[in-house]
């Protein structure tokens, strides 16, 4: 199952099953032969065809992920001459404001501990956390956490979301240009709620999944961008942002979440160093 697995992953990082087999000196139906028995033992599809290419399935981006560290263990395992080659390993999802925060942290005790830090969208990195793929999670708070049957959440705390342009917008709500996050986005939600309770409807002109693009955009004034404090406070005193004034206020709940089957002394520890590193925490 291993070679099964190296194969699958290396279908996965080249895209088609031509390149793959080429430098894996295997034949096309041999190597397309064997994916079908991956797929048999798992009982769901891995890839989905799209013109000259293939795609993961969204089962198959998590099998990826598992395959990706059961190959990375299987090597471990077999250079176990010299354990001390392999320090004690940690897997922390982090959202990309809470990475930004923790960039100090991150930086001070890589040089002790291995840490394997995934940056991705909230919702990616509950699921991975849920399925056992990372030790810490620290990303927006879903709606409905309990939908996470194998997560604990530890702690909770609040961001707020600046508007911010490039210059000061004069028209009325309604008019303004908004650059919202994508709209099936953890931190969306919690925007879509603000708006609705004020019976307001946003004029979106752009969308995405990076902050710091939107940032992009309101510093070029192409519109209103609601982005965390920290974010956009040396902007703001710089003159690159300016502050619009709204009848609303924007924020969102953030959370620390641990895998239930991955809590060890070491991993409370990470935590406890964590929380020291993000504003809004009581330490």
Same mark, same amino acid.
């Given at each position: 199952?291993?070679?099964?697995?190296?194969?699958?992953?290396?279908?996965?990082?080249?895209?088609?099953?031509?390149?793959?087999?080429?430098?894996?000196?295997?034949?096309?139906?041999?190597?397309?032969?064997?994916?079908?028995?991956?797929?048999?033992?798992?009982?769901?599809?891995?890839?989905?065809?799209?013109?000259?290419?293939?795609?993961?399935?969204?089962?198959?981006?998590?099998?990826?992920?598992?395959?990706?560290?059961?190959?990375?263990?299987?090597?471990?395992?077999?250079?176990?001459?010299?354990?001390?080659?392999?320090?004690?390993?940690?897997?922390?999802?982090?959202?990309?404001?809470?990475?930004?925060?923790?960039?100090?942290?991150?930086?001070?005790?890589?040089?002790?501990?291995?840490?394997?830090?995934?940056?991705?969208?909230?919702?990616?990195?509950?699921?991975?956390?849920?399925?056992?793929?990372?030790?810490?999670?620290?990303?927006?708070? /879903?709606?409905? =956490?309990?939908?996470?049957? !194998?997560?604990?959440?530890? *702690?909770?705390?609040?961001? #707020?979301?600046?508007? &911010?342009?490039?210059?000061?917008?004069?028209?009325?709500?309604?008019?303004?240009?908004?650059?919202?996050?994508?709209?099936?986005?953890?931190?969306?939600?919690?925007?879509?709620?603000?708006?609705?309770?004020?019976?307001?409807? /946003?004029?979106? =002109?752009?969308?995405?999944? !990076?902050?710091?693009?939107? *940032?992009?955009?309101?510093? #070029?004034?192409?519109? &209103?961008?609601?982005?965390?404090?920290?974010?956009?406070?040396?902007?703001?005193?710089?003159?690159?942002?300016?502050?619009?004034?709204?009848?609303?206020?924007?924020?969102?709940?953030?959370?620390?979440?641990?895998?239930?089957?991955?809590?060890?002394?070491?991993?409370?520890?990470?935590?406890?160093?964590?929380?020291?590193?993000?504003?809004?925490?009581?330490?």
């Amino acid at each position: 199952m291993i070679l099964e697995l190296i194969r699958f992953k290396r279908i996965a990082d080249l895209g088609t099953i031509t390149r793959a087999s080429e430098t894996l000196w295997l034949t096309q139906p041999a190597l397309t032969q064997s994916m079908h028995r991956l797929e048999q033992e798992l009982d769901f599809k891995l890839f989905k065809p799209s013109g000259k290419r293939i795609f993961l399935t969204e089962r198959g981006k998590i099998v990826y992920e598992i395959s990706r560290r059961i190959i990375e263990w299987w090597e471990k395992a077999k250079n176990l001459k010299d354990p001390t080659n392999f320090p004690p390993s940690y897997s922390i999802g982090v959202f990309d404001n809470a990475a930004l925060q923790l960039s100090e942290y991150f930086q001070k005790k890589i040089k002790n501990t291995k840490l394997e830090i995934d940056i991705d969208r909230s919702e990616n990195l509950l699921r991975k956390l849920q399925y056992g793929l990372l030790d810490i999670c620290i990303c927006v708070l /879903p709606k409905d =956490v309990s939908l996470f049957t !194998n997560v604990w959440l530890i *702690k909770t705390y609040k961001e #707020k979301l600046i508007p &911010v342009s490039g210059n000061i917008w004069k028209e009325p709500i309604s008019k303004i240009p908004f650059i919202l996050y994508n709209h099936d986005s953890q931190t969306q939600q919690y925007v879509n709620e603000a708006f609705s309770k004020s019976e307001i409807k /946003p004029n979106v =002109v752009a969308e995405s999944i !990076n902050p710091l693009f939107m *940032k992009e955009l309101a510093i #070029k004034n192409f519109g &209103v961008a609601l982005l965390p404090e920290n974010m956009v406070d040396k902007d703001i005193q710089e003159k690159r942002l300016f502050v619009q004034k709204l009848p609303i206020s924007f924020e969102r709940i953030c959370g620390i979440f641990l895998n239930k089957e991955h809590i060890t002394k070491d991993v409370e520890k990470i935590v406890r160093e964590i929380i020291t590193y993000l504003p809004n925490l009581p330490k």
